[in-house]
């Protein structure tokens, strides 16, 4: 398929950016990249070790310098970025270099049920509240910033996952 421009999935924690991105890059052929997981390569620990051991501004120093590197590439790629990369403003022009930025929303509940056994994200496992108070705290935050960054707004609000997949991997081959 020829692609117009590269897809960067943004939204919460659990919006289904990596499986859906991953469901994406298939149809179109091209690499799945994950910020996340970039980053997880190059410090040789998980996330939650990073923000343990060096700190969440660390962390939020090693997203600007992934996306930033990724603008610079020539290839096409579906990029998923994690969730609060897009909180810093110098990563939002960064983030429109890379790709269509596309805004995957999902509502609170499908966030609640799908975070409900995680072990992996540390910003749910730090605070005061229970999951669903910090999910409310942390979206009412960055929800407008999600809106005013992307491009296109993806609603999943409980499509099938591969027409949600190929929705969003035609948003990469009908914009000029
Ligand atoms: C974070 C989201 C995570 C990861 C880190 C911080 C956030 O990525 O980058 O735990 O601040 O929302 P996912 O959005 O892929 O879970």
Redesign the pocket.
């Known amino acids: 398929m020829n692609m117009n421009c590269n897809i960067v999935l943004t939204?919460?924690?659990?919006?289904g950016?990596?499986s859906l991105g991953k469901a994406a890059a298939k149809i179109l052929q091209v690499p799945f990249l994950?910020?996340?997981d970039m980053i997880v390569q190059s410090e040789g620990m998980p996330?939650?070790e990073i923000?343990q051991t060096k700190g969440e501004a660390y962390?939020r120093s090693l997203?600007t310098e992934t996306i930033r590197q990724l603008g610079g590439r020539k290839d096409r790629y579906v990029l998923?970025v994690?969730?609060?990369?897009v909180?810093q403003p110098e990563n939002r022009p960064l983030l429109h270099k890379a790709g269509l930025v596309v805004y995957l929303k999902v509502g609170i509940d499908t966030l609640a049920r799908r975070l409900a056994q995680d072990t992996?994200?540390?910003?749910l496992h730090q605070g005061d509240g229970t999951l669903e108070e910090k999910i409310v705290r942390?979206l009412a935050q960055r929800e407008p910033i999600y809106q005013a960054a992307a491009d296109v707004v993806f609603v999943n609000d409980g499509k099938p996952f591969q027409q949600a997949a190929r929705e969003i991997a035609s948003l990469a081959v009908s914009i000029s």
């Not at 992996?120 to 910003?123: E, I, Q, T, V």
């Open positions: 939204g919460f924690m659990g919006a950016k990596t994950d910020t996340d996330v939650s923000f962390f997203e998923s994690g969730g609060g990369l909180m992996k994200r540390p910003l942390i």
